[in-house]
């Protein structure tokens, strides 16, 4: 019988490697386990990633040397900052983007869309210490009338402090109120499928090539979904990523105590309970319970804050 005979990697592309200078660069997008990586010097360069590392994600800083022309691959990701997670459909835990430091919420009138979610995407933000924002798109799609009454339905989030801007990507105008927000941060767009992150992209970016989905001419998904998540420059400052739309949101498992600090408006009434372990669903003498009947918390939230907890256990 022939003996199995062992195998050695080639000493020719170790050599290679030891004499590549190790460089940096920043992830913008993943495909499977390639990543387009620009590097420092602004160069695009499609890297291959170690088998012993973890899944690079929009928004990671690696390094990386080259092994060709516009080729290389990544040795290291540099620790993440943040890290936006969601479940995947087999409940595990993926990493969606890196580094950034605002959660960009984006919901329309069309497709409708759900409180639940919303406050589950501002949990996830405080939860990692990302800034929220809202983004109400779509404002064309609204008259008047309609204008103010969702303005009034969402009062609660202005109230509480969270940022709430209305754009348009059908005017001329409708983005102005979104571009301050944009400058000296790293912001991911979330939300629902169909809600027009990737037209907001393209509107920012003209030059970019961005296929957004038209929602209309397909039943249900666009036919241009997006597929991975993508970082952009933005012209007047500031690095945007442009994500995979959802059709619901789910935080992982999160431990109660963490939980309600994902709640801002909790805050001066944590540790004002009857019972200091009070998870504040019914226990007696619960502060949180008083805050909302006497509407000094909004109701809709809490209850929202007890769904999210009963899922969990
Ligand atoms: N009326 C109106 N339609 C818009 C606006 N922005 C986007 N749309 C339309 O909404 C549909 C979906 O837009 P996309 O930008 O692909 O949506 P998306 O959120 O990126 O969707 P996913 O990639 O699937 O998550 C397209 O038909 C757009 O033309 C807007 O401001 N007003
Ligand atoms: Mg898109
Ligand atoms: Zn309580």
């Given amino acids: 019988m022939a003996k199995r005979q062992r195998r050695y990697p080639k000493p020719a592309s170790a050599n290679a490697r030891e004499k590549e200078p190790i460089r940096q660069g920043l992830v913008l997008a993943h495909y499977g386990r390639a990543s387009l990586v620009e590097s420092d010097d602004g160069t695009l360069v499609r890297c291959a990633t170690r088998r012993n590392l973890p899944r690079t994600v929009s928004g990671d800083r690696v390094q990386w040397h080259s092994t060709g022309s516009r080729e290389g691959i990544i040795g290291a990701v540099l620790p993440r900052r943040t890290s936006l997670c969601r ?80 754009t348009s990507n059908r005017r001329p105008d409708g983005l102005k109120a979104l571009h301050g927000h944009l400058r000296d941060h790293t912001s991911v767009l979330v939300g629902q499928s169909g809600v027009g992150k990737s037209s907001l992209v393209q509107a920012l970016l003209p030059d970019a090539d961005i296929r957004t989905g038209s929602l209309s001419q397909v039943t249900g998904l666009g036919r241009h979904t997006t597929t991975v998540a993508m970082l952009y420059h933005v012209p007047g400052g500031g690095d945007l990523i442009d994500s995979p739309g959802v059709r619901d949101f789910f935080l992982g498992k999160v431990a109660p105590e963490e939980l309600q600090k994902g709640f801002r408006e909790f805050a001066p009434f944590l540790g004002q309970c009857r019972f200091h372990n009070c998870r504040h669903l019914s226990e007696p003498g619960c502060a949180l319970h008083k805050s909302a009947r006497d509407g000094i918390i909004n109701q809709r939230r809490f209850d929202n804050y007890r769904t999210m907890l009963e899922a969990m256990s």
């Fill in 87 to 166: 479940p995947d459909a087999q409940g595990r835990n993926r990493t969606v983007a890196a580094n950034i430091d605002q959660i960009i919420v984006v919901i329309a009138s069309r497709p409708s869309f759900e409180y639940d979610m919303l406050d589950r995407y501002l949990v996830a933000a405080e939860l990692i210490g990302a800034q929220p924002l809202i983004l109400v798109n779509k404002a064309d799609l609204l008259d008047g009338e309609s204008r103010a009454r969702l303005k009034e339905r969402l009062a609660v989030y202005p109230q509480i402090g969270y940022p709430l801007v209305f």
